[in-house]
Nanobody
Framework: HVQLVESGGGLVQPGGSLRLSCLAS????????IGWFRQAPGKEREGVSC????????YYEDSAKGRFTISRDVAKNTVYLQMNSLKPEDTGVYYC???????????????????????WGKGTPVTVSS
């Protein structure tokens, strides 16, 4: 039984940093593609970043490039999202998800499309505000 549990969210001032964690159980984090998603208030959930299962390739939405870093620790069965230089528009609930046959592509407007997620966590809230 695959479970994902996010942690690390909170309130941070603009320019600050947070590190989100996604702890997996029931499978190894390098078996699935793991994605981080953000759902801002009143908006649809969108892809922020993901890391490929076997090759470990990483992908980011344009607004996250240069500020966010996704990584994984197989020994701890955890995927991280290090978020630096946070902006108010980064506010939202962040979810991690796992997919065995994920499809990743660049969508319009600098967005990242991550499809084929099979399992989802319950999310951790991030608020960037002064």
């Amino acid at each position: 039984h695959v479970q994902l549990v996010e942690s690390g969210g909170g309130l941070v001032q603009p320019g600050g940093s947070l590190r989100l964690s996604c702890l997996a159980s029931g499978y190894s984090v390098d078996y699935y593609t793991i994605g981080w998603f953000r759902q801002a208030p009143g908006k649809e959930r969108e892809g922020v970043s993901c890391i490929g299962s076997m090759d470990g390739n990483t992908y980011y939405e344009d607004s996250a490039k240069g500020r966010f870093t996704i990584s994984r620790d197989v020994a701890k069965n955890t995927v991280y999202l290090q978020m630096n230089s946070l902006k108010p528009e980064d506010t939202g609930v962040y979810y991690c998800a796992a997919g065995e046959f994920a499809s990743i592509s660049a969508a319009g407007g600098g967005r990242l499309s991550i499809e084929g997620m099979d399992y989802w966590g319950k999310g951790t809230p991030v608020t960037v505000s002064s």
